[in-house]
């Protein structure tokens, strides 16, 4: 059983840099894939990036090379880095856990990108 809490979403301006946190519970945190996926009004939930125990790491091609997925397993806690930060960035930001069938999600976080 894991439950994912994000936080750091916000408001920030096009260019800026934003960190998202996702602090899970669970004995079995370093087995889970995890991942930030995202949703803006409108349009489908998209996975941002994902990366597995085995030090693996997958990013949508809209955000390669400006995003960096990164896991502390001693705080049980995944991080997203976001820089460079665009208008389209803009969605509430989930945080995903699965391992095996077991799927578990964050309540997620609002980031709006406007100047």
């Known amino acids: 059983q894991v439950q994912l809490v994000e936080s750091g979403g916000g408001l920030v301006q096009p260019g800026g840099s934003l960190r998202l946190s996702c602090a899970a519970s669970?004995?079995?945190?370093?087995?889970?894939?995890m991942g930030w996926y995202r949703q803006a009004p409108g349009k489908e939930r998209e996975l941002v990036a994902r990366?597995?125990?085995?030090?693996?790491?997958d990013y949508a091609d809209s955000v390669q090379g400006r995003f960096t997925i990164s896991r502390d397993n001693a705080k049980k806690t995944v991080y997203l880095q976001m820089n460079s930060l665009k208008p389209e960035d803009t969605a509430v930001y989930y945080c995903?856990?699965?391992?095996?069938?077991?799927?578990?999600w964050g309540q997620g976080t609002q980031v709006t990108v406007s100047s």
């Open positions: 995903n856990a699965v391992y095996s069938l077991m799927n578990y």
């Open positions: 669970g004995s079995i945190f370093s087995l889970y894939i």
């Open positions: 990366l597995t125990s085995h030090g693996s790491a």
